[in-house]
């Protein structure tokens, strides 16, 4: 059996973060519809309650152990060399296995350890579920490559978008709202998708929940088969914040119906309010 497919069976038992599937579905089914009202009343309260301070530590919440801390530590460091030597938009589009050939070849970046290739693959096989993402899996290959001629650049913002349905829309935005819009986040590959996830559970202390409530594990995000982001220009870092909807560009997506949310206020997938995702495809 080859180490892929050997990690990805194994990973459907009970190695991961101590939590069995199974365990996790005896807990869910406790807090069913068909439990006392009670019970079910207080899950909705406590889940919204952390919804809404999705940037804080909660009860519950998974985090990764301190061996995969250490490993998690090191990986985030190795990601962000790799990401300074390919460039930040090629970033977007690298897949895993040039991301490991790239890593070998330069001694800036430095070959990925056995213990991170283990991690990485860990984290990507492993259901999300685990620790409270609920959202749909978008690709199932850990190996899954963006075809470049597939994509087209998205001119002043260093993103990329797929050609037909997702450019042309985001062509039709641009041409009715006019210059006040621009494209935040395009096109991620699941490298890119690794390195935005896995810094944010570092800088929560390994706290994979928190993580999931702000950004997509790799392999569930939607940026990756056509959903992209937008902001208002000179907005800033608030684009990513619930003040964009104060914003002019906001109110004008909405009152056009661009705005079918991929994540609506008070969703149960587990992740935050994401007025800014555009939501461009109905795959899975």
């Known amino acids: 059996m080859k180490r892929r497919d050997f990690l990805k069976a194994v990973s459907a038992g009970v190695i991961g973060w101590g939590i069995s599937p199974r365990q996790v579905l005896s807990d869910m089914a406790k807090i ?3 439990t006392h009202r009670k019970n079910y009343d207080n899950y909705i309260r406590d889940y919204l309650y952390k919804m809404r301070n999705f940037d804080r530590h909660q009860k519950g919440d998974v985090y990764v152990n301190r061996e995969d801390f250490r490993i998690l530590n090191s990986s985030v460091k190795r990601l962000k060399r790799l990401q300074h030597t390919v460039g930040h938009g090629n970033f977007h589009l690298l897949n895993f296995d040039d991301a490991l050939k790239i890593a070998r070849n330069y001694s800036r970046v430095g070959r990925f350890t056995r213990g991170e290739l283990d991690f990485l693959e860990k984290i990507f096989h492993e259901d999300a ?3 409270g993402f609920m959202g749909k899996k978008t690709i199932k290959n850990i190996t899954h490559n963006v075809k470049c001629n ?3 650049k998205v001119p002043f913002t260093g993103n990329y978008l797929y050609n037909g349905h997702p450019f042309e829309t985001y062509r039709r935005i641009t041409k009715i709202v006019g210059n006040k819009v621009i494209m935040t986040s395009g096109v991620r590959s699941v ?3 690794f390195q935005l996830f896995l ?3 570092f800088k929560s202390s390994g706290n994979l929940s928190l993580a999931s409530r702000s950004l997509a594990p790799p392999g569930y ?3 990756g088969i056509g959903d992209f982001d937008v902001g208002q220009v000179g907005f ?5 914040t619930e003040r964009f909807v104060t914003t002019e560009v906001y109110r004008r997506l909405e009152a056009l119906g661009y705005l079918t949310l991929r994540y609506p206020q008070d969703n149960h997938l587990g992740v935050r309010y994401e007025p800014w995702h555009i939501k461009v495809t109905s795959l899975v």
């Open 191 to 193: 490298i890119k998708q």
């Open 32 to 34: 069913s519809v068909a």
């Open 236 to 240: 800033g870092i608030a684009n990513f």
């Open 221 to 223: 995000s939607f940026h």
């Open 150 to 152: 597939a994509t087209v």
């Open 129 to 131: 579920a685990l620790y």
């Open 199 to 201: 810094n944010k559970a």
